[in-house]
């Protein structure tokens, strides 16, 4: 059974740097097709797709977002990080990461719960 | 980047009713287009994948269809437990996007 979660603090200030760690079990990231990826929701909007990490380690990055995320893996722990620098209020959202399946039109087929994060001095 | 536009943005519909959401996208994506239902408080979750295959676990009162730049998600009889809001998401380009999301409601 695969499962995600997501931990991280819930309050940031503004121009800090966030780091959310993605805890997961019941699959590989060395698994061939195999990637996590980062997924945002502000208060009453829309998903926002934000980063992708795979098992050959081959990262991927929402243009609008590329200069400020970073998304590394630790396959020993199981555990996929996203760091986000200079923070704003505007980046205050639920934060999803999600399993990508290696086929199934690599599609988000598993979410973690998610973990909401406020931005405020 | 490939924009994703839903429509409509909102719907009232009845509980036994036939509901239709749309979906398309600015350029060609073939079949790579996948649907999720998102409850308040809740994760989304996976119902259709590859434009029209149904995920494990999902009623068949869902299908999806479409190829290239237009698809669309149906229930045949809506029942109480799918209100909610409806996501389509692009997985043809590695930057993946989703759609600005379908509010269904209970009319």
């Known amino acids: 059974q695969i499962t995600l979660k997501e931990s991280g603090p819930s309050l940031v200030k503004p121009t800090q740097t966030l780091t959310l760690t993605c805890t997961f079990s019941?699959?590989?990231?060395?698994?061939?097709?195999?990637?996590v990826g980062w997924i945002r929701q502000p208060p009453g909007e829309a998903l926002e797709w934000l980063a992708l990490?795979?098992?050959?380690?081959?990262?991927r990055y929402s243009p609008s977002l590329r200069s400020r995320l970073t998304i590394t893996k630790d396959t020993s722990k199981n555990q996929v990080v996203l760091t986000m620098t200079n923070v704003d209020p505007v980046d205050t959202a639920t934060y999803y990461c999600?399993?990508?399946?290696?086929?199934?039109?690599?599609?988000?087929?598993?979410w973690g719960q998610g973990t909401m994060v406020t931005v405020s001095s | 980047d490939i924009q994703m536009t839903q429509s409509p943005f909102s719907l009232s519909a009845s509980v036994g009713d036939r509901v239709t959401i749309t979906c398309r996208a600015s350029?060609?994506?073939?079949?790579?287009l996948n649907w999720y239902q998102q409850k308040p408080g809740k994760a989304p979750n996976l119902l259709i994948y590859?434009?029209?295959s149904l995920q494990s676990g999902v009623p068949s009162r869902f299908s999806g269809s479409g190829s290239g730049t237009d698809f669309t998600l149906t229930i045949s009889s809506v029942q109480p437990e799918d209100f909610a809001t409806y996501y389509c998401?692009?997985?043809?380009?590695?930057?993946?996007?989703f759609g600005q999301g379908t509010k269904l409601e209970i009319k």
């Open positions: 999600a399993h990508r399946h290696p086929s199934h039109s690599s599609t988000f087929d598993i």
């Open positions: 019941g699959f590989s990231l060395i698994t061939n097709g195999v990637g």
């Open positions: 990490i795979y098992w050959d380690d081959d990262k």
């Open positions: 350029q060609g994506i073939t079949t790579y």
């Open positions: 590859g434009a029209s």
């Open positions: 998401q692009q997985s043809y380009s590695s930057l993946y996007t």
